[in-house]
């Protein structure tokens, strides 16, 4: 028994992303319609040209009918999927095994949520019928007990630990003012991050995540077939998911200055891609920045930083859009907005520019190395789902 | 001959200043303080947290749980089994609430006294009345709760000598189901009317006791009218009387008589005949002689302990957390009801905190688990009580946007002595007061009310210094 992934058997050979922004005209079918055209039209595909579907959709709606519906598919294969906030991440996993398995040529993957109809601030859960007992915090809340728990373990000054957290979104506000589909695109000062009104803890409004409508889609072939489709394919090299048990909720040595669900994920996804140095392989990160410190904190799990050092490294810039390693190139979550069921698939559509070398001159990266990695996300500290791709342009 | 083995109280941590009301409505209010119950308390909750008090440390086998409130949380359903659920009480032992009177508490002290099945009687209220009102001012919010039962079951700290009553039906402080607004009629009526039912039972409870009262050492008078109390303490003859505490924590309806009980209790030596004197709809009496076993059944913490606990409370908070004045809640959506099957078959669990011990590595887990943290192991577990047990704040956060009827919630991962953690909200706190390293312990609460149905499940609160 092992993980033994897939590299190099499947690819993506085309894309689609809509603005992630508060779409008051468009419903959840306008969404998957516009990221659906986007993506056939991007790999030169007719819709029916597509053997199978998976849409990943928090609480978009029920079934492969939420998809097969407003697309009018004849027939087809659709699997709804949910897996928290790494729901989109989800879909285009399940989609790419379909492939490596040959049950089909041609799949497709879909994400997509429709978070503005509700009417609350921030994401919304409908937890399942149950006894009270479960805990009723946001998610701001839970992530908040990360930033004093950080401060404390490695004795990194309060002050600038805050200060590595406005970095953060002050990079990604940065990289998001480059990016017409982002959802936030101003520049942000360290002062107006800094003096943002509390919403849990230590976090202010600055340091979450945008709350926005969009949807993104992704096609996948067998690696064989790529280039019928594009000259520049990607290919994939790791699909890993941790699916943690809830320990770190229950479990007094969890420390919370750690995800260790990430950090397993990340072990298994550089196993997969054969990456031994991930810093200096990999071009860039797309990464869950859900809030500002999670960000900070995935930097040590994923292996970027070592244990206790990131907040240096985000302060010294090497995350920065020019920096070693450029990480949310495309504004993250913070600035590019967080429609639960899309934000996997954007952040790979956001590897799929950068590698192709079409994220426009603003923030278009260095493309020396050829590797990308995706970083989603779901649940608590303690509590939690991780998912890690890494696509790269070349096969081998 | 039956007697009290153990009794407890229980005064809610916020107390208003009676002072600051007339500012605000242009009426009421006066000098001194009043206790205020939390937003997630209820009477419920407050007689559990007595009579957690009453029977922490003992074995006694009850067989009956009486429970009177004249603001009942359920009707139709009883009440009492929230209690008996949240005590984990034996499944044989009956539960029972008393109606909607505030003679009904003194009356299930009574009835105990006159059975010989061993009881634990618990009394609760909420005294709110409109704004600006006598009630209010004067009113209290509390929990007492008293194991009565012979000495077979356990040593009497008081044996009770007479119980008496005098009946009789007159309109002096009445009130419609539901309605907020307590109305009185005179209390100079209340007090020529009272005066001979008291006399009366006084006398019969002499003649029963066969003491005098000269033989009484001290003696304290329940009355929802302070006047009516004083003015029949005195004429009573006995010369010591017990229980002044209206001024600091108000009268709290059908606990009242419970609290000047154990004050009572609390105040005396072995061997002294005392007596609870009860003037609500007629006179009740209640002799008791205490015993050598009374000071090892004193309860902690004490009455007076926590009546000279607490802290303060905005007016606005309390007008906001009784429901007379509605505040802008976070921009959130709102609990869900709580599933009635789901919270029958987590019911060890939901009202008696109980987790899960593996018994194989000794890990405790909050909520119980069926498989072993190293998932090699299905139901090898043991129950694992932990509403006693003190944990320690290990992590904590302030959250702002969640729901709650009382925001901001005040949230702490707690890590328990012996084992365990589970992340969980504290309550009677202020945002200054939370660090990491404090010691907390459990409290039974009502969360929100969804449907008519109160969400009830255990919160953590500081260990204070009383």
Not at chain 1, 52 to 70: F, K, N
Not at chain 1, 164 to 191: C, L, P, T
Not at chain 2, 65 to 82: I, M, R
Request: glycine letters at 10%; hydrophobic letters at 40%; aromatic letters at 8%.
């Amino acid at each position: 028994m092992a993980s033994h992934g897939i590299k190099d058997r499947v690819a993506i050979v085309g894309m689609g992303c809509t603005n992630f922004v508060e779409h008051w005209d468009l419903g959840l079918d306008d969404l998957v319609i516009e990221a659906s055209n986007q993506c056939y039209s991007s790999a030169g595909v007719a819709k029916n040209d597509v053997d199978a579907y998976w849409l990943g959709t928090a609480q978009g709606g029920m079934s492969g009918i939420t998809l097969s519906r407003p697309l009018q598919l004849d027939n087809k294969p659709v699997t709804r999927v949910e897996n928290f906030c790494a729901t989109g991440s989800e879909a285009l996993r399940q989609a790419a095994y379909a492939v490596a398995s040959g049950a089909y040529d041609l799949a497709m993957a879909v994400g997509v949520e429709k978070t503005k109809d509700s009417g609350f601030q921030g994401l919304n859960a409908v937890p399942p019928p149950n006894d009270g007992t479960g805990r009723t915090l946001t998610a701001a809340a839970m992530f908040s007990m990360v930033a004093p728990a950080y401060a404390k373990k490695f004795g990194v000054d309060q002050d600038e630990l805050r200060e590595a957290i406005a970095h953060v979104a002050w990079k990604n506000h940065y990289n998001g003012a480059r990016n017409s589909r982002a959802q936030f695109r101003k520049e942000v000062s360290m002062d107006t991050i800094k003096k943002s009104p509390k919403v849990a803890g230590d976090l202010g409004v600055f340091d979450c995540a945008g709350v926005a409508d969009g949807a993104a889609a992704a096609i996948i072939c067998r690696a064989e077939d790529a280039h019928k489709y594009t000259d520049k394919p990607l290919y994939v090299k790791a699909l890993s998911f941790v699916a943690g048990n809830g320990s770190g909720l229950t479990n007094p040595e969890y420390d919370y200055t750690t995800f260790p669900e990430i950090a397993a994920c990340a072990v298994d996804a550089y196993a997969q891609a054969g990456v031994t140095d991930p810093s200096n392989q990999i071009a860039l990160a797309e990464v869950h920045d859900c809030f500002t410190i999670t960000e900070l904190v995935l930097m040590e799990d994923l292996q970027f930083s070592p244990r206790g050092t990131a907040w240096k490294d985000v302060l010294d810039g090497r995350f920065d859009l020019k920096g070693q390693l450029p990480v949310n190139p495309d504004g993250g979550l913070k600035s590019f907005g967080h429609p639960v069921g899309a934000s996997g698939l954007r952040m790979m559509f956001e590897a799929w520019l950068q590698l192709r070398g079409e994220a426009g001159d603003e923030r278009q990266i260095s493309t020396d190395r050829s590797l990308a990695l995706t970083h989603n996300l779901g649940g608590y500290p303690g509590e939690m789902v991780s998912f890690i791709s890494i696509l790269g342009t070349q096969l081998g | 001959m039956q007697g009290i083995i153990t009794w407890g109280t229980y005064l809610p941590y916020r107390r208003l200043d009676k002072s600051s009301i007339a500012p605000f409505v242009g009426q009421g209010g006066g000098k001194g303080t009043r206790t205020v119950a939390s937003f997630d308390e209820d009477p419920t909750t407050m007689a559990v947290e007595a009579a957690r008090s009453a029977l922490r440390g003992r074995k006694i086998s009850l067989q009956q749980l009486l429970f009177s409130t004249v603001s009942p949380t359920y009707a139709d359903k009883t009440n009492a089994t929230v209690i008996h659920a949240a005590l984990r009480l034996n499944d044989s032992v009956t539960a029972l609430d008393l109606g909607a009177s505030v003679r009904s508490a003194v009356g299930g002290l009574m009835m105990a006294a006159r059975s010989n099945v061993t009881t634990l009687v618990t009394s609760a209220d909420i005294r709110t009345g409109l704004a600006g009102s006598a009630e209010e001012a004067n009113g209290g919010d509390a929990g007492a709760a008293f194991v009565i039962g012979d000495s077979s079951s356990a040593p009497v700290a008081a044996e009770i000598l007479a119980v008496t009553s005098a009946t009789e039906e007159f309109i002096d402080r009445w009130r419609s189901p539901g309605s907020v607004r307590t109305k009185v009629w005179d209390e100079k009526f209340s007090e020529v009317t009272y005066t001979p039912l008291a006399k009366a039972a006084w006398k019969q409870a002499l003649a029963d006791a066969k003491v005098s009262t000269e033989d009484v050492a001290m003696i304290t008078v329940a009355s929802p009218h302070a006047r009516v109390a004083s003015s029949i303490a005195a004429k009573l003859g006995v010369a010591k009387v017990v229980g002044d505490v209206v001024p600091t924590i108000g009268n709290s309806g059908a606990a009242h008589p419970g609290l000047l009980l154990a004050s009572l209790l609390e105040s005396s030596e072995a061997n002294q005949v005392v007596a609870l004197v009860s003037l609500t709809d007629g006179a009740d009496v209640i002799i008791l002689r205490t015993t050598e076993h009374l000071r090892a059944a004193r309860p902690t913490p004490s009455f007076d302990e926590q009546v000279n606990g607490g802290a303060p409370l905005s007016y606005g908070k309390f007008l906001s957390w009784r429901g007379m004045m509605s505040i802008e809640p976070p921009r959130r959506p709102e609990p869900q009801r709580v599933s009635a099957t789901a919270a029958a078959r987590s019911e060890k669990w939901k009202y008696g905190f109980i987790g899960s011990r593996d018994k194989t590595t000794g890990s405790v887990h909050l909520p119980p688990l069926r498989v072993s943290v190293d998932g090699q192991r299905t139901d090898d577990m043991e129950d694992a009580p932990m509403a006693d047990v003190l944990g320690t704040i290990a992590t904590f956060t302030i959250d702002r946007l969640a729901y709650s009827p009382s925001p901001p919630i005040v949230f702490a991962v707690v890590d328990f002595d012996g084992g365990g953690r589970l992340p969980v909200e504290l309550c009677d706190i202020d945002i200054e007061e939370v660090k990491i390293g404090r010691r907390v312990r459990m409290t039974f609460r009502r969360l929100f009310t969804v449907d008519d149905i109160p969400n009830y499940f255990w919160k953590a609160t500081l260990v204070r210094d009383n």
